[in-house]
């Protein structure tokens, strides 16, 4: 599956692709994924096809966990791309979302996503308010595997970059 021309990242892909600056720690099972998140960090960069917010809700939270001098990893590089041109994104790539009690009013409403992570709420939220309702980037956060089926019944596609390891790691938490 190719990568979208717009999309909301999850804090986890570039978190993901910092991994390869120690190629020979990445444990066997990932070593695809690392790959796969470097590409989509290096594909977002080159498009400029990236989605935020526009309070800064998904930026703070790629600041907490990423570089903002942009090394020594991909995903440090990320930030400080995303640092240095949140503000250059088309306005229209800068979504309002508005934040009500642990959620948004962006969120969709669905059973299904009633026990959805309440910090990962506003990926959703950014790619629901967006008038494409671009795709969301997910890599190894294997609990979206189980909601992945209500986000599309509610029009909000997740890209997985590692869609084997989410998938298993989603069954053996689950017991399936």
């Not at 290096?42 to 570089?67: N, P, W």
């Not at 995303?82 to 508005?98: A, G, P």
Request: hydrophobic letters at 35%.
């Amino acid at each position: 599956m190719s990568l979208p021309d717009k999309c909301v990242v999850d804090t986890n892909v570039p978190m993901t692709a910092n991994l390869a600056r120690s190629p020979n720690d990445i444990p066997q099972e990932l070593t695809g994924c690392v790959l796969a998140c470097v590409k989509a960090v290096e594909h977002v960069i080159r498009t400029r096809g990236l989605v935020m917010d526009a309070g800064d809700e998904i930026f703070d939270e790629y600041r907490q966990a990423l570089s903002m001098k942009g090394q020594p990893g991909v995903g440090d590089r990320f930030m400080k791309w995303v640092h240095d041109n949140r503000w250059r994104l088309s306005d229209s790539d800068r979504v309002k979302i508005i934040k009500s009690n642990s959620s948004y009013k962006e969120f969709p409403r669905h059973e299904g996503l009633n026990d959805f992570d309440h910090s990962d709420r506003k990926f959703v939220a950014t790619a629901n308010a967006h008038p494409q309702k671009p795709q969301i980037l997910q890599a190894t956060d294997s609990k979206w595997w189980g909601w992945k089926d209500a986000l599309r019944e509610v029009g909000i596609t997740v890209h997985f970059l590692c869609s084997e390891y989410a998938k298993a790691k989603y069954a053996e938490k689950m017991g399936l």
